[in-house]
């Protein structure tokens, strides 16, 4: 349908050629039209001429003269519109038919790779691709799996000896002996009986503890000394009232 409207490329008539040939005629009318104005310019002037020398009917002849030319220039100027119309439209069906064209040979070259590829190619393909994941996935987990000795250990029998791991060496953190800064008072409340009306007895206060004279309050290195050697005195009568 389209060859129809447009005709076949081969039998076309150039339409550039066409084209240039109508520019060619344009140039050869605008030529024409200057001779012309030129023309009628110069019997205006012979006319103004032969009215001075007072010859009127000569110088009505260049007037009708004048006029003649005046409407073949007119003439030439639609003529020149019509030649520009036609170029107009010859562009126009050139652009059209190149975009025709254009579209043809899209249209061509999806068929031809339609051809080269269908439906059934493509599910191929895929089902290949979806096969060679797959084995590479079961080659990977054949690869990651244990062998040997490895292979024979229990995952919950290792799980369950690193919990006692743990667990033994949290007891050992416990255990562990806190220093004699901490143990004193420690000790002391640990070691202390609560008082109560059927053990209350008198209370035996070292010397060290009493309240000193203002003028004593100033230690030094033997008394502090001499202070610590009084606690450990004071814990060791304790654990032997402790032992009655």
């Not at 010859?90 to 070259?109: H, I, P, S, Y």
């Not at 062998?147 to 000896?161: K, N, Q, T």
Request: hydrophobic fraction near 35%; charged fraction near 30%.
């Amino acid at each position: 349908m389209l060859a129809r409207f447009f005709g076949n490329p081969k039998q076309e008539t150039n339409v550039v050629t066409t084209l240039d040939k109508l520019n060619e005629t344009l140039d050869m009318l605008a030529k024409k039209e200057n001779v012309l104005l030129k023309k009628a310019d110069a019997e205006v002037q012979r006319a103004k001429e032969f009215t001075k020398a007072k010859n009127k009917r000569a110088a009505i002849q260049c007037l009708k003269r004048k006029r003649l030319y005046e409407q073949q220039v007119e003439q030439l100027g639609n003529f020149q519109l019509r030649i520009h119309d036609q170029m107009m439209t010859l562009e126009g069906a050139k652009a059209t038919t190149e975009t025709v064209d254009a579209l043809r040979t899209g249209a061509q070259t999806m068929k031809a790779i339609q051809k080269a590829m269908n439906i059934d190619d493509v599910d191929k393909t895929m089902d290949e691709i979806n096969e060679q994941t797959e084995n590479i996935k079961q080659i990977q987990e054949a690869l990651s799996t244990p062998i040997g000795a490895s292979a024979d250990f229990d995952e919950d029998e290792l799980e369950a000896e690193l919990e006692e791991l743990e667990g033994a060496e949290l007891e050992e953190q416990l255990l562990q002996p806190v220093t004699t800064a901490h143990a004193a008072p420690l000790l002391k409340e640990q070691l202390l009986p609560p008082v109560t009306t059927a053990n209350a007895g008198p209370l035996h206060v070292p010397a060290s503890k009493q309240p000193a004279h203002p003028a004593q309050c100033q230690n030094t290195t033997e008394e502090d000394e001499e202070d610590e050697e009084d606690e450990e005195d004071e814990l060791a009568a304790l654990r032997e009232d402790m032992a009655l």
